[in-house]
């Protein structure tokens, strides 16, 4: 055996309790697949929060409309690559596409993904900023006016007849798009929800768990993206766009906890042999994950402070209103974020013996590590900074958006 | 038909086509022809140059480093295990003779390991002699011949 594998097998057998299979001691699935579902997710929240305004008219919503399919094409790009990361050789990750299986989950997550990117989130972009991008074409010069351009697809026409077109197709197209959100993140449920032989990820109801957690992730985004862009823009802003987020997002949260405490509730009547471990898991391994960050304050502080601005809406400041909206989001993304990590890490912490545990120990560098999750998360704003950029999502005048 | 539909009509044809033209480049011609993977797997392999030339080809003319590796406890490995592959050296006698692995190579199966048979020597590389290399007292082809000395004094069975 080589002496840094035993060196960390020896530091391994330290970590574990109980009974446990020598195949469980260490984790297949890092925090690079803890980030993915969570990309994932905050593109199809996102959406979600953008098709509000496109299919069910809530005009209140519209300030945040460009910028949530702008966010959700950033965190979409972004998507395949913890699981690039984790696989390694990138080099061959266009053989799933070339010679896709119907049973292999991989080969149909990129077609999902495929379609989602450019059946439903680039054309729903396109009919939306291509009157935008016949304007700025026109307004700009050299590399932007070429990009516009190119951007048009030579489709110049900006008459109320073809705007009129562009409207009626982007709502088809968004129309389609909320079943394709639901059924990319669905998907993310799926690939835990089938695995039968893992008791604290094979249940129906994760798929459901997954899409609901979706939507509060991906609107709690856009609200504290809102919340700061205005900031940064140094423009007011709009309560009553704000209040409407705010609706949504508690109006999803209460579902979202509603279905995971049902979950619970299934697990806890049905009592099957797996459950004694499963308890002790979310008691003790993952107490901190679990209790604190995911239920206390990812759930009930969000849940409290986000019903204190519906129910006190006349008699608190503007002001307390939009740190309790900020905050609110805040422990709702980390929320999210302790829900992922609790599924995939947590599904990995106990052996299949069902009386045993193992122990996560998180690397700071490499390909699996803290930096690169870290690297991870931080490129789908890096994106969204240079998306916002050239497709400003308040700029609907002739004036091309300033770049510089 | 309007012009949004028609450029989009286009566009979706052209990355169709494009996804089928890489496909047409991409998939190896044999694959699919017996089930998922390319039929051609093995005939390709058996066409790769041969790199080992096999223990027999060896003794023909290393004859004494054989006869000694026969009786010695080493004698169920091959030449080339240690040695390297050595089917160009066994055609031309000319072309450089593979180089012995190193000392790391000696403990893939000599470094302790809990689930190895207690009575297979194996060592704790740290503390046995880290500093020198194992053939400077084990003879490979017969290792039991190790000088007395180094032998008795750490090489035992480590238990832990």
């Known amino acids: 055996m080589p002496p840094e594998l035993r060196e960390s097998l020896l530091e391994a057998l330290q970590h574990v309790q109980g009974y446990i299979y020598p195949n469980d001691v260490s984790l297949g699935w890092s925090v690079v697949i803890v980030v993915y579902p969570y990309i994932t997710g905050l593109v199809a929240g996102a959406f979600i929060l953008a098709s509000l305004v496109r299919v069910f008219h809530v005009k209140a919503l519209e300030p945040t409309y460009r910028l949530s399919l702008l966010t959700a094409l950033a965190f979409l790009i972004v998507a395949p690559l913890p699981l690039l990361v984790h696989l390694g050789h990138p080099e061959r990750c266009y053989e799933v596409m070339m010679t896709p299986h119907a049973t292999s989950p991989m080969a149909i997550f990129g077609f999902v993904y495929a379609w989602y990117l450019m059946a439903v989130l680039l054309l729903e972009l396109w009919f939306d900023y291509r009157r935008s991008f016949v304007e700025w074409a026109k307004a700009s010069a050299g590399f932007k006016r070429l990009l516009y351009r190119v951007l048009t697809l030579g489709v110049e026409d900006v008459s109320p007849a ?10 088809f197209i968004t129309v389609i798009g909320i079943p394709s959100a639901f059924l990319l993140h669905g998907y993310v449920g799926f690939i835990f929800g089938s695995v039968k032989a893992n008791p604290w990820w094979g249940t129906v109801l994760m798929p459901i768990i997954f899409i609901f957690s979706a939507m509060v992730s991906g609107i709690a985004l856009l609200m504290f993206l809102y919340l700061v862009i205005s900031r940064l823009r140094r423009v007011p802003v709009d309560m009553g766009c704000l209040r409407a987020i705010g609706t949504f997002l508690l109006s999803a949260l209460v579902l979202d906890a509603a279905v995971e405490t049902l979950d619970w509730i299934h697990r806890l009547y049905e009592a099957e042999e797996s459950l004694e471990v499963l308890v002790l898991l979310a008691s003790g391994k993952l107490f901190f994950s679990f209790f604190l960050v995911q239920v206390l304050l990812g759930t009930i ?4 402070m986000l019903g204190a601005t519906q129910v006190f809406k006349e008699r608190i400041s503007l002001r307390l209103q939009k740190s309790l909206y900020l905050v609110s989001s805040l422990l709702i993304l980390i929320g999210v974020f302790a829900m992922r990590w609790n599924v995939v890490i947590g599904g990995q ?3 299949k013996s069902l009386r045993g545990f193992t122990t996560y120990k998180i690397a700071l560098v490499g390909q699996e590590g803290l930096l690169m999750a870290v ?9 969204l900074i240079g998306l916002v950029k050239f497709f400003d999502p308040w700029n609907t005048r002739e004036t091309p958006p300033a770049t510089t | 038909m309007p012009p949004q539909i028609t450029r989009l009509v286009y566009l979706t044809l052209a990355i169709v086509a494009v996804y089928f033209l890489a496909r047409g480049f991409l998939v190896p011609a044999s694959f699919g022809q017996y089930g998922w993977y390319r039929g051609n797997a093995l005939k390709e392999i058996a066409a790769l ?5 096999g223990r027999a080809a060896c003794a023909e003319c290393h004859e004494e480093a054989a006869e000694r590796l026969a009786k010695g406890s080493h004698q169920g490995l091959s030449c080339e295990a240690c040695h390297g592959p050595g089917a160009a ?20 199966c000599h470094e302790f390991n809990l ?24 003879a490979p082809h017969s290792p039991m011949q190790a000088p007395e000395d180094a ?9 832990k």
């Open chain 1, 375 to 383: 690297v991870l998360m931080i490129l789908p704003f890096l994106l």
């Open chain 2, 49 to 53: 140059p041969i790199r080992y030339a």
């Open chain 1, 349 to 351: 912490l106990f052996s």
């Open chain 1, 162 to 171: 073809a705007i009129q077109l562009d409207e009626k197709l982007g709502r």
């Open chain 1, 301 to 304: 502080a969000p849940l409290a």
């Open chain 2, 89 to 108: 050296h066994a055609e031309d006698p000319a072309e450089a003779a593979p180089k012995p692995e190193n000392s790391r190579f000696c403990l893939r």
């Open chain 2, 151 to 159: 032998s008795k004094r750490n090489a035992k069975p480590v238990k």
């Open chain 2, 115 to 138: 689930s190895r048979p207690a009575k297979f020597p194996q060592v704790e590389a740290d503390d046995h002699f880290p500093d020198q290399k194992c053939a400077e007292c084990h």
